[in-house]
């Protein structure tokens, strides 16, 4: 924890600076969809949102000064959740069921 009120400042110096990363970021998603791009743009965006949810996460949640456990537990849970994703492209592409969606 902070001590001192130079400690406090530097922590606040940090916070505006990742809030105006923050809002810099949220102007960059806006814009990309307008780009016209070959392909898709949502991938782009995607990317743009979890460098934010990660920034959101090491500094305003302070994942960055945990134990290593907490690293462990956060990668099983993006297996998981990639694991999770790829089972429901699977099932959007799946050739028996695909027919009947039209």
């Known amino acids: 924890m902070a001590d001192s009120p130079e400690e406090i400042q530097k922590h606040l110096k940090l916070y505006w600076r990742i809030g105006y990363i923050l809002l810099f ?47 462990k537990v956060l990668l099983y849970t993006v297996f998981f959740a990639i694991g999770m994703l790829f089972l429901t492209l699977l099932a959007m592409y799946d050739p028996i069921i695909s027919p009947f969606n039209r």
């Open 25 to 71: 970021c949220t102007a960059l998603t806006v814009g990309v969809t307008y780009i016209p791009v070959i392909g898709d743009n949502i991938w782009l965006g995607l990317g743009i949102a979890a460098f934010k949810a990660s920034l959101v996460a090491l500094i305003f949640m302070h994942l960055n000064h945990e134990k290593p456990l907490i690293y």
